[in-house]
């Protein structure tokens, strides 16, 4: 069985659901400030198939003078047969290199 990190949605986001990258410093403190008090554990399963939780995945930028490290996935994430797909994810679509 897999556990991920979740945050009920009403908790992190309250009445206002963004949509697309948010980086003001304050929001960004806020919702790390929301995280740490209200997240916990849950199956994978539950988490892919109720979307009133919000799964918390970290992402970090790694730059070295003008380089960026870039790391690929070996294989893709795994996600139960029945669990909902995004609507404009397709099935057999690879991401490009820029």
């Known amino acids: 069985m897999e556990f991920v990190y979740v945050v009920k949605r009403y908790d992190l986001f309250d009445r206002s659901f963004p949509h697309g990258f948010v980086a003001t410093p ?3 403190a806020q919702w790390t400030r929301r995280i740490r ?5 849950l ?4 988490a892919e198939l109720d979307s009133s939780f919000k799964q918390i995945i970290p992402y ?3 730059m070295h003078g003008d380089e960026i490290l870039l790391l ?3 294989r893709p994430a795994s996600r139960p047969a029945s669990a909902p797909r ?3 994810e397709r099935r057999g679509r690879r ?3 820029a």
Do not use: A, P, S
């Open 26 to 28: 304050e929001t960004v």
């Open 37 to 41: 008090e209200k997240g916990f554990y």
């Open 43 to 46: 199956e994978r399963r539950q």
């Open 60 to 62: 970090t930028l790694v």
């Open 72 to 74: 690929r996935r070996r």
């Open 86 to 88: 995004n609507r404009g």
């Open 95 to 97: 991401g490009r290199r």
